[in-house]
């Protein structure tokens, strides 16, 4: 259509969409704010942010030979922002991270204010092939800021700059002879072959989408933090280890077998200059696979896990997958190289994403004190199975996101409950 602005599409935006049948595709944010914020500011805040990021107010155009962004104006400001006063908050925060985007229609992201009596929920949801974790928080720090600046009258909009999404920006650095041995490296997803399934979408029920949480305390976390510190591994270390050990409880493996797990891997630690990234994908997956002893103990394991992922960082860790996608949805025409994406692409069974900490000092709403926060991943489809975890004022937040039954949700309890043990016997 002539006169309609259309955008790059990048290799992530796309690989993002062909994961639809394996789940939602959407990313999930609540902020829980110990008070109220001014409803008018918020919701100028969310159409301020389209004007910031057109991405966000766009739909995703299957093209015969090349896939593309294009600029939508149709939708109407109920479609990315609603407020609703309720006296079951919860309910309705529930009800509002089950739904979805329409990436073929747009926009991209919703936002929701809920409020009960003098507190408000703030729930955000933004299509996963629009932004990664890492960006979706920069997204909710920029909310905060607009909110921030219209509230106090210092808003302008060349304050806002907002970087490059290009996948291009990753390797840009690395020679001719860095590519070709980046290239020649063992592709992550060729390994992907876990056989193992986590007990959940049994039977022919009906199912529905639900995320479960389980939260670590301060104390507890600050504990992790002590050891993390005192013994040179990291939060993560300990937290995959954690999963590992509940797993193969869970799944009654013997000393003999080995579990693989993918873990998600932040690409941008290849950019130098980190203020020229945009609200973008730049996440790629590593894979781990650990062997445990009968009786070991959590830290022989920690020791496992810390050493196989030190041996990752020394091998690219994300680039491999990259530059063999990009080469493919470059080369062919889009539809077809989806078909060879698919045909080749093998989807975890098990796996885990860091999401990270979420910045209090950036996540600010004016004066208003916030209580909590937490982001969560895609709504995964049965057999499927996803634990993620985010980080906000010294507390974790773990999520599994499923469209599952009651069965599955019990049983989702009894692994939190495991992990949870395993974890408690570590910071004791």
């Given at each position: 259509?002539?006169?309609?602005?259309?955008?790059?599409?990048?290799?992530?935006?796309?690989?993002?969409?062909?994961?639809?049948?394996?789940?939602?595709?959407?990313?999930?944010?609540?902020?829980?704010?110990?008070?109220?914020?001014?409803?008018?500011?918020?919701?100028?805040?969310?159409?301020?942010?389209?004007?910031?990021?057109?991405?966000?107010?766009?739909?995703?155009?299957?093209?015969?030979?090349?896939?593309?962004?294009?600029?939508?104006?149709?939708?109407?400001?109920?479609?990315?922002?609603?407020?609703?006063?309720?006296?079951?908050?919860?309910?309705?925060?529930?009800?509002?991270?089950?739904?979805?985007?329409?990436?073929?229609?747009?926009?991209?992201?919703?936002?929701?204010?809920?409020?009960?009596?003098?507190?408000?929920?703030?729930?955000?949801?933004?299509?996963?092939?629009?932004?990664?974790?890492?960006?979706?928080?920069?997204?909710?720090?920029?909310?905060?800021?607009?909110?921030?600046?219209?509230?106090?009258?210092?808003?302008?909009?060349?304050?806002?700059?907002?970087?490059?999404?290009?996948?291009?920006?990753?390797?840009?650095?690395?020679?001719?002879?860095?590519?070709?041995?980046?290239?020649?490296?063992?592709?992550?997803?060729?390994?992907?072959?876990?056989?193992?399934?986590?007990?959940?979408?049994?039977?022919?029920?009906?199912?529905?989408?639900?995320?479960?949480?389980?939260?670590?305390?301060?104390?507890?976390?600050?504990?992790?933090?002590?050891?993390?510190?005192?013994?040179?591994?990291?939060?993560?270390?300990?937290?995959?280890?954690?999963?590992?050990?509940?797993?193969?409880?869970?799944?009654?493996?013997?000393?003999?077998?080995?579990?693989?797990?993918?873990?998600?891997?932040?690409?941008?630690?290849?950019?130098?200059?980190?203020?020229?990234?945009?609200?973008?994908?730049?996440?790629?997956?590593?894979?781990?696979?650990?062997?445990?002893?009968?009786?070991?103990?959590?830290?022989?394991?920690?020791?496992?896990?810390?050493?196989?992922?030190?041996?990752?960082?020394?091998?690219?860790?994300?680039?491999?997958?990259?530059?063999?996608?990009?080469?493919?949805?470059?080369?062919?025409?889009?539809?077809?190289?989806?078909?060879?994406?698919?045909?080749?692409?093998?989807?975890?069974?098990?796996?885990?994403?860091?999401?990270?900490?979420?910045?209090?000092?950036?996540?600010?709403?004016?004066?208003?004190?916030?209580?909590?926060?937490?982001?969560?991943?895609?709504?995964?489809?049965?057999?499927?199975?996803?634990?993620?975890?985010?980080?906000?004022?010294?507390?974790?937040?773990?999520?599994?996101?499923?469209?599952?039954?009651?069965?599955?949700?019990?049983a989702i309890q009894s692994f939190y409950a495991i992990l949870d043990d395993e974890l408690i016997s570590f910071s004791k």
């Open positions: 259509m002539k006169g309609v602005k259309r955008y790059r599409a990048e290799v992530w935006d796309k690989v993002q969409l062909c994961y639809k049948e394996y789940n939602d595709h959407q990313l999930h944010c609540v902020i829980y704010i110990n008070g109220i914020l001014d409803v008018e500011y918020i919701k100028q805040a969310v159409l301020l942010s389209i004007e910031l990021i057109p991405l966000l107010g766009s739909r995703f155009v299957k093209g015969k030979f090349r896939a593309y962004w294009e600029k939508v104006t149709s939708f109407s400001e109920n479609d990315v922002f609603t407020y609703k006063e309720s006296m079951k908050p919860n309910e309705e925060i529930n009800q509002f991270l089950i739904s979805k985007t329409n990436e073929l229609s747009g926009p991209q992201f919703m936002v929701k204010l809920i409020r009960n009596s003098n507190k408000d929920a703030l729930c955000v949801i933004i299509n996963h092939m629009v932004c990664d974790g890492a960006s979706f928080k920069e997204f909710i720090y920029l909310l905060s800021s607009l909110y921030t600046k219209l509230k106090d009258g210092t808003y302008n909009p060349y304050d806002y700059k907002i970087g490059s999404r290009s996948s291009k920006k990753i390797y840009s650095n690395f020679n001719l002879f860095e590519r070709m041995k980046i290239l020649l490296l063992t592709n992550e997803n060729s390994k992907n072959e876990n056989k193992y399934c986590f007990p959940i979408g049994k039977g022919q029920l009906m199912r529905e989408p639900f995320i479960l949480k389980y939260k670590l305390s301060q104390e507890r976390f600050c504990k992790l933090k002590e050891y993390s510190k005192k013994n040179s591994v990291t939060i993560n270390d300990i937290v995959v280890t954690a999963y590992f050990r509940a797993l193969y409880k869970i799944l009654n493996l013997g000393q003999s077998e080995s579990l693989t797990i993918p873990s998600m891997v932040d690409l941008r630690r290849y950019i130098p200059d980190k203020e020229t990234i945009g609200i973008c994908n730049h996440s790629s997956m590593i894979m781990f696979s650990i062997n445990m002893e009968p009786e070991e103990s959590f830290v022989t394991t920690l020791q496992k896990v810390n050493k196989e992922m030190l041996k990752k960082k020394e091998n690219y860790p994300g680039l491999n997958g990259l530059i063999v996608l990009n080469t493919l949805f470059k080369i062919l025409p889009f539809s077809m190289a989806v078909k060879q994406f698919k045909k080749h692409f093998v989807n975890p069974l098990i796996c885990i994403t860091n999401i990270g900490i979420i910045d209090s000092n950036k996540l600010v709403f004016d004066n208003t004190p916030l209580e909590d926060a937490f982001i969560t991943s895609s709504i995964k489809q049965p057999p499927y199975f996803q634990l993620a975890f985010s980080s906000f004022n010294s507390s974790i937040t773990f999520c599994v996101n499923l469209f599952g039954t009651e069965n599955d949700k019990e």
